[in-house]
């Protein structure tokens, strides 16, 4: 079946550094989605991007869909402690039943 | 106020004992979903339904039954508990899963 694989799975920064965590698919996806998880809590939505190519931001964050729509990536501009939690991509076929990543866990250091 | 609420958030039960673990949404969302989440392993899809008396197997669905006899509940069914369903589950509904998730709080069963 379909699979999404995220990478880093761990990213320790210091304060004000940036930080990209990237989703790759072994098929075409019609959309991907991105969650955030504080420790201890759920998972959150944050967006969703269906256009090949896309580009969308979000105060610090900007998140890409790759042109054959196989990968994504978020990227995070000078982080703080309160970007702190895991980070999960979700990948969609045609039913948007989507497929998690394994997440990438961010850690910033003040 | 719009929202997934789970129970119950935490539950410690022996090997064997049937437990239910409920899902409720008040967003009148076709889609529900359950997850489980393991260190290191994300999200894992355990059953979804895409409508009333519509399931269909997720990723990891042995020793897991759902229903979804109405829109609003989804329950989790573990007919016959064991150590290695010990994990964290999320309930998570969406409006045809056009526009993301929502998920409940989780709850943290544990198997003994």
């Known amino acids: 079946g379909q699979q999404v694989m995220q990478i880093p799975q761990y990213q320790h920064v210091q ?21 955030k998880q504080r420790p201890g809590g759920h998972p959150v939505f944050l967006i969703q991007l269906v256009k090949s190519g896309e580009v969308k931001k979000q105060k610090r964050l900007t998140f890409q869909f790759g042109e054959a729509k ?41 | 106020e719009a929202q997934v609420t789970q129970n119950p958030r935490y539950l410690i039960t022996v090997t064997g004992k049937k437990l239910t ?5 008040n967003m009148n969302h076709e889609y529900m979903s359950w997850y489980r989440q393991d260190p290191g392993l994300g999200l894992r899809q355990i059953y979804y339904s895409m409508n009333v008396e519509v399931t269909d197997k997720g990723d990891v669905p042995e020793g897991y039954k759902v229903s979804r006899k109405e829109k609003r509940n989804f329950p989790l069914i573990l007919e016959s508990p064991s150590p290695n ?27 003994v």
């Not at chain 1, 304060?15 to 990237?22: P, R």
């Not at chain 2, 673990?21 to 949404?25: A, L, P």
């Open chain 1, 15 to 35: 304060e004000g550094e940036d930080f990209t965590t990237y989703c790759n698919s072994s098929t075409t996806l019609s959309n991907i989605q991105w969650y």
């Open chain 1, 70 to 110: 196989k990968n994504s990536s978020l990227h995070i501009t000078a982080t703080q402690t309160t970007d702190v939690g895991t980070y999960f991509c979700a990948g969609g076929g045609g039913s948007y039943i989507p497929t998690f990543g394994r997440g990438t866990s961010l850690i910033v250091h003040p």
């Open chain 2, 21 to 25: 673990v409920t899902c409720s949404q």
């Open chain 2, 85 to 111: 369903q010990t994990s964290l589950y999320f309930c998570a509904s969406s409006q045809q899963g056009r526009d993301g998730y929502t998920f409940g709080s989780g709850t943290r069963l544990t198997v």
